[in-house]
């Protein structure tokens, strides 16, 4: 599938990428087999056999799982930046027992605050973590525990995007002067100062100093030997020292220093070829690491992975792990010394529990086995068993229109689309409320841009809705020359408007999305012929998201905290002369576009000034949505659930893990009226 320009994200996910794209993959396409769909159009399904496809209310009942890709920020990580293609299901990472062949007799975890346990929290996961050694962690699931016994690390992200200081005393900027230019011209360089608060504890007890810091630098995501997810964070920075116990000092590249690397090395510096001006990073103040020198520092680097530290790492958030239960559950108690803010851990125990079978996953979140399932196991099929679990009063669904958006892309090499009021007539033919209505049963928005809602800062909202409206497509495709035949499908110049709408096979929300779009296009005179193929086809190096061989094609980006600058970007068109890296699949090239995408994300007196970014953004996407190279159709949801007294609960919707403020997380008083089955009533929700 595509390589994303900020490997920093892709690298993150991966090795489930192909498992979450699409749904089921088959490993050998054969011939394609034409099957009539629901409005009569000849619907192509590359899979090898004969298969039917789902009609629109059927498909609305299997809904599959949401993207889960799992990208984060966690203690010892940097902030991840970009956009990633995501379709479909999670992918399943191996459990360690079955790894090694092990059979690990069931151990009674307890039940939790809906079992009658006030003390305890199980999370229901689907899958269970490979490693919880961060610098190489790429499972979602492993975020998730992460973010409670690592914490933030210097900066946080918290789920409305907003930066906040953690281990860090304050947040570095320009204006606070903790970051700053030195040097002149082609020597110019950031400067970034993170100033430790004092007093704070690892969980062993030992003080956390700034030179953790440096050691995870150095030692770890510079240390060649050591296995991580990316280095592109750690590369852009050309020293680290600590001034004192306290005081971390980051130096980022210049331009010299950066095209010297790229002389030196031009696969892993690649990106610094046409480097203008000093390296920066809108989220510079996120980007540096730290581990405890004081344990970690004891083994070689290359052997941290494979020793303890692998499966319980030492950190300093609210819990620390306790047990690893391999194929079972990852137990954890809270961490005596923790001292990172001023509120200690409210229960004695949280249980990640492991259970692989997503429709016993909700059994027991029905009956309070668990109290809280995460989004790596949800669908938008659950969503009315959801909302009926609901109604006990005891589970509060939490549907967050999240980072994942779909979209549908125009090819702009084929002639159909040149033409921007075609483009904006499609928009005008979809029913997108409808399938956000239908597909997400309401519980999402309709989406007109690249950069979605919860990016708040950025997120434009004075846009053209293209608010269903089949009378103006008509308008516009007749302006356009498209006349409709004796057969109801357009033609111009005795060409047909009719081609192939793409998206992944065995997937029966795609199907459910992609049949009510060529239904609608259907209704103003164009044949989109519906093609299925199987997401490892698709995506994959000669597929035709790759290649650009598609006409339509509809897929899920999905985003990191920052929207970064690289997606629709000239430069970012995928060719044979470039090796077909990049991501503007649609190949929209637009001189204005690019100007403030450039300013956006490198121009360091707007890159690194958030309101003067934002005005940069939302004018780039008024362009964007105007000139409209990509029909953004709804944002995924972020579908988690977790018990109604449970305060503090903040799903991101991002890649940012929701046990990034466990901490915080308290339980509302019980009632002491309850009979029956139910254990106890828990308050009204916040």
Known sequence: MKMALRAL?????????????????????????????ATGQVITSTTGTSSTVATPTTALMAASPTAGAATGTMSGTMTMTGTTPVSGTTGAITPTAAAS???????????????????????????EPDTLFSPNAQASVATYILGAVEGNGLIGIDNQANLFPEIAERVPTLQNGDAKFTGTGADQHLEITWHIKQGLKWADGSPITAHDVVYAWQSIYENPNVQVVSRTAADKFKSVVASDD?????????????????????NRYASYQNQSGAVVDPLFATLMPIYPEHAYGKLDAT?????????????????????????????????????????????????????????QLLAQLQTGTVDLITSDATTTAMIPQLDQIARSGKIKPYYVPGSQWEHADFNLNNPLFQ???????????????????????????????????????????????????????????DAAGWTVGSDGIRAKNGKKFSFKYSTTAGNAYRQAVSQLITADLRGVGIDAQLQFIPAQQFFGPQGPITLRTFDIAEFTWVSAPDPGCDLYTTAGIP???????????PGWSNAANDKLLNQACNDATIALDPTKRAVVYKQEQKIFNDELPVLPLHVRLDISAAPTGLQNYKPTGSSIPFTWNIADWRLAKLTSSYKGARPFALSKPE
């Open 303 to 359: 052997k941290i992975q494979a020793s303890d530290f692998g499966r319980a790492p030492l950190g300093a958030g609210p819990y620390k792990v306790d047990q690893w239960i391999a194929g079972q559950a990852v137990v954890l108690v809270p961490n005596p010394n923790y001292n990172l803010t001023n509120n200690k851990p409210a229960f004695k125990k949280i249980v990640f529990k492991i259970v692989g079978d997503t429709n």
């Open 246 to 266: 306290n005081t971390v000092v980051g130096t980022m590249l210049s331009e010299n220093e950066a095209k010297a690397l790229y002389a030196k090395d031009k």
């Open 419 to 477: 033409d921007k009021s075609v483009r904006q007539a499609i928009g005008y033919a979809i029913n997108r409320q409808q399938i956000v209505d239908k597909v997400l049963y309401g519980k999402s928005v309709v989406l007109n841009t690249w950069i979605t809602p919860n990016i708040t800062q950025f997120y434009a909202t004075d846009l053209n809705n293209y608010a269903y409206n089949p009378d103006k497509a008509r308008q516009l495709l």
């Open 575 to 585: 060719t044979q002369a470039n090796g077909y890296t990049g991501q503007n699949d």
């Open 101 to 127: 062949g092990a059979v690990t007799p069931t151990v009674d975890t307890g039940v939790g605050v809906n079992g009658g346990n006030a003390d305890q929290i199980t999370i229901g996961m689907s899958q």
């Open 9 to 37: 994200l892709m690298l993150l996910i991966v090795s489930f990428l192909l498992a979450a794209c699409g749904g089921t993959e088959t490993p050998t396409p054969g011939p394609a087999t034409p099957t009539t769909g």
